[in-house]
T-cell receptor, first 111, second 112 residues
Framework: QKEVEQNSGPLSVPEGAIASLNCTYSDRGSQSFFWYRQYSGKSPELIMFIYSNGDKEDGRFTAQLNKASQYVSLLIRDSQPSDSATYLCAVRETSGSRLTFGEGTQLTVNP | DAGVIQSPRHEVTEMGQEVTLRCKPISGHNSLFWYRQTMMRGLELLIYFNNNVPIDDSGMPEDRFSAKMPNASFSTLKIQPSEPRDSAVYFC??????????FGQGTRLTVV
């Protein structure tokens, strides 16, 4: 079992819709969870992080964490074509600074 | 702040040659990470340093790979000898006492 799993997609949504990206992790002791966005040919950039169970909202983005189910998600409201990118879920292991990344979900927002 | 700076941006080399990738972390950051990204394997952590000391190098694929961080503002990743399967984008990232990392623009390595 991979440590961090994501649906590779591609996920396609129409402009203005809600895009839902999902991630599961295997280390039950993981404490910190991150979503990175990576445009084609560019480097990953941090868009959200969440440490506590529940929802965390930042503009059009909402991160959701359920530690009991070992599940973290990212919702993008009012999706825009500029949101088209690969979204990487990352989990910090129980100890240390190591981040483990999922393989990413490719999102396409169609005008 | 200039962000994490990597050089070169692109490198094409012949199999068997030595390759050195360079990274300057964000000033004040005390953790530095080297990642490799390929289509097949995604983003893999190779090694990370904390306060210039290597903490976890379990991701380094084999002895052909080595990394150094002689001071807080500079790190190198060396591959000797290089092989075609080393072709990938290599990212350096840094952070300061926090788990989230900020990435450089990457070095695209092609070994022919």
């Amino acid at each position: 079992q991979k440590e961090v799993e994501q649906n590779s997609g591609p996920l396609s949504v129409p402009e203005g819709a809600i895009a839902s990206l999902n991630c599961t992790y295997s280390d039950r002791g993981s404490q910190s969870f991150f979503w990175y966005r990576q445009y084609s040919g560019k480097s990953p950039e941090l868009i959200m992080f969440i440490y506590s169970n529940g929802d965390k909202e930042d503009g059009r983005f909402t991160a959701q964490l359920n530690k009991a189910s070992q599940y973290v998600s990212l919702l993008i409201r009012d999706s825009q074509p500029s949101d088209s990118a690969t979204y990487l879920c990352a989990v910090r292991e129980t100890s240390g600074s190591r981040l483990t990344f999922g393989e990413g979900t490719q999102l396409t927002v169609n005008p | 702040d200039a962000g994490v700076i990597q050089s070169p941006r692109h490198e094409v080399t012949e199999m068997g040659q030595e390759v050195t990738l360079r990274c300057k972390p964000i000033s004040g950051h005390n953790s530095l990470f080297w990642y490799r990204q390929t289509m097949m394997r995604g983003l893999e952590l190779l090694i990370y340093f904390n306060n210039n000391v290597p903490i976890d190098d379990s991701g380094m694929p084999e002895d052909r790979f080595s990394a150094k961080m002689p001071n807080a503002s500079f790190s190198t990743l060396k591959i000797q000898p290089s092989e075609p399967r080393d072709s990938a984008v290599y990212f350096c990232a840094s952070s300061r006492d926090r788990p989230e990392a900020f990435f450089g623009q990457g070095t695209r390595l092609t070994v022919v």
